[in-house]
Nanobody, 121 residues
Framework: QVQLGESGGGLVQAGGALRLSCVVSGSIFSLNVMRWHRQAPGKQRELVATITSGGNTMYTVSVKGRFTISRDNAKNTVYLQMNSLKPEDTAIYYC???????????????WGQGTQVTVSS
């Protein structure tokens, strides 16, 4: 019932910028932490950025200073602004959210389908 819809991926030249969006749709009571992960060809999925319900953020070292994660709680949306993109940023980017479907339910993990980001040199 809960789905994460991602958009904003595409092809961009090195030094360019993209903004990824992830909208949580369906029946959701509350959202806690939201994250962006990525998986490059031949590599394991890695955590890129995290934002808590209170707005606290965390970034992996390789993107710190270039990427910004933000959220709009009214829209149940998390964003990833990616600036100064490098070829090594090329990956499938996945949205993650932890949330509850009701006040009495347990927390669930939700994943988006992934969106391709390709940075050319």
């Amino acid at each position: 019932q809960v789905q994460l819809g991602e958009s904003g991926g595409g092809l961009v030249q090195a030094g360019g910028a993209l903004r990824l969006s992830c909208v949580v749709s369906g029946s959701i009571f509350s959202l806690n932490v939201m994250r962006w992960h990525r998986q490059a060809p031949g590599k394991q999925r890695e955590l890129v950025a995290t934002i808590t319900s209170g707005g606290n953020t965390m970034y992996t070292v390789s993107v710190k200073g270039r990427f910004t994660i933000s959220r709009d709680n009214a829209k149940n949306t998390v964003y990833l602004q990616m600036n100064s993109l490098k070829p090594e940023d090329t990956a499938i980017y996945y949205c993650y959210a932890n949330g509850r479907r009701s006040w009495s339910s347990y927390d669930n993990d939700y994943w988006g389908q992934g969106t391709q980001v390709t940075v050319s040199s």
